[in-house]
């Protein structure tokens, strides 16, 4: 008798609708739910999240490789998603650096402004002097 009476004082008034802090429990009285299964969730929840993080450690970032096909060496640089390429100019004796292609004929230019989106081997164009 004491609970019905102590749930009778939460009881406030909102305009003419009386609202009581027990009644939101049944938010979810329609959601009919094994523990079984919600253990599944649970344990699927927490082990994809350690998935994703355990990728996110291993794969800090985008590896770009640098071919500078007879030039002097480049290192190579781990960047993130969308930094931009900083790279230093490498030398050939007879030649003249002419940029950087994704391809190794050289047919289509990198251009320098272009975020990183994924890990990508670049190759030094050359100019004959």
């Known amino acids: 008798m004491a609970d019905i009476e102590k749930e009778k004082s939460n009881v406030e008034t909102k305009g003419e609708m ?3 802090p027990l009644s939101l429990h049944n938010i979810y009285k329609n959601i009919h739910i094994s523990l079984r299964t919600l253990d599944f969730i649970i344990v699927g929840l927490i082990a ?3 998935i994703v993080l355990m ?3 291993n794969n800090r970032g985008f590896v770009i490789e640098f071919d500078t096909q ?3 060496p480049v290192a190579s640089q781990k960047l993130m998603y969308g930094d931009l ?3 230093e100019e490498p030398t050939r004796e ?3 650096f002419d940029g950087y292609s994704r391809y190794a004929s050289c047919e289509d230019r ?3 402004e272009t975020p990183v989106d994924g890990s990508m081997k670049l190759y030094a164009c050359w100019i004959g002097d």
């Open 94 to 96: 007879g030649y003249r």
């Open 48 to 50: 994809l999240l350690f």
């Open 55 to 57: 990728i996110g450690f």
């Open 85 to 87: 390429i900083e790279y």
């Open 70 to 72: 007879g030039g002097t």
């Open 110 to 112: 990198f251009d320098p």
């Open 18 to 20: 009386n609202v009581s």
